[in-house]
């Protein structure tokens, strides 16, 4: 199995920035698209952004194109989410996950992803 540890969530004022890591044990994460999603409290769980395994392809949620970056390094077993110019919207506990091959990854659908991190906390606030 895999195990995930999310951290690098904090409080921030709007326009600042924060990096979230997303480590990885047990298993390896080759061969998985990783993805990052956040919930917010009375909200259902929404997928922000994910990165393939082996052609680095990634996508986002249009809320947060343009302002968040994904990247991923395979020798350290670690995704990260690098969000910048945040927003009040952007307040949320941020959890990664792990998609298997064949599954609908891209699509950023929770349901597609198998294992989850205990979260982070992001909070945008003046």
């Known amino acids: 199995q895999v195990q995930l540890v999310e951290s690098g969530g904090g ?3 709007p326009g600042g920035s924060l990096r979230l890591s997303c480590v990885g044990s047990g298993s390896s994460l080759d061969q998985f698209t990783v993805g990052w999603f956040r919930q917010a409290p009375g909200k259902e769980r929404e997928g922000v952004s994910g990165i393939s395994w082996r052609d680095l392809r990634s996508y986002y949620a249009d809320s947060v194109k343009g302002r968040f970056a994904i990247s991923r390094d395979n020798a350290k077993q670690t995704v990260y989410l690098e969000m910048n110019d945040l927003k009040l919207e952007d307040t949320a506990v941020y959890y990664c996950g792990v998609c298997p091959p064949h599954y609908r990854c891209s699509t950023l659908g929770p349901e597609q992803y198998n294992w989850w991190g205990q979260g982070t906390q992001v ?3 003046s």
Do not use: A
């Open 123 to 125: 909070t945008v606030s």
């Open 11 to 13: 409080l921030v004022q």
